[in-house]
């Protein structure tokens, strides 16, 4: 499967962008999808993810209550709303789809990725 993400942008601190992840190739519906993030100097980090029946959500504790994660299996998209957004929030956002039976929120497990799309939030 590949994926794209876009959406990303410049925005002021306690704004919103909503990224999107298009998937081709393979159908996402047999794959549990997540988001992760890497910001300048850092590793990359788990930000949320969805399993593949939309019923389960995770999210690293920074994000909690500001970000949603959702997925639209018929149109073959994964999407990651960001409301509230503060300057820490600033980095490059993957999305990133994980196979197998089993779900899960380790970076190592995700084995297929997009390029990653531009979060700046100013202050």
């Known amino acids: 499967v590949q994926l794209q993400a876009s959406g990303g942008g410049l925005v002021q601190a306690g704004g919103s962008l909503r990224l999107s992840c298009a998937a081709s190739?393979?159908?996402?519906?047999?794959?549990?999808m997540g988001w992760f993030r890497q910001a300048p100097g850092k590793e990359r980090e788990f930000v949320s993810a969805?399993?593949?029946?939309?019923?389960?959500?995770d999210y690293t504790d920074s994000v909690k209550g500001r970000f949603t994660i959702s997925r639209d299996d018929a149109k073959n998209m994964v999407y990651l709303q960001m409301n509230s957004l503060k300057p820490e929030d600033t980095a490059d956002y993957f999305c990133?789809?994980?196979?197998?039976?089993?779900?899960?929120?380790?970076?190592?497990?995700?084995?297929?990725w997009g390029q990653g799309t531009l979060v700046t939030v100013s202050s």
């Open positions: 969805i399993d593949r029946s939309g019923a389960r959500t």
């Open positions: 990133a789809a994980k196979s197998g039976s089993y779900y899960d929120t380790l970076r190592s497990f995700y084995n297929y």
């Open positions: 190739g393979r159908t996402i519906s047999s794959y549990f």
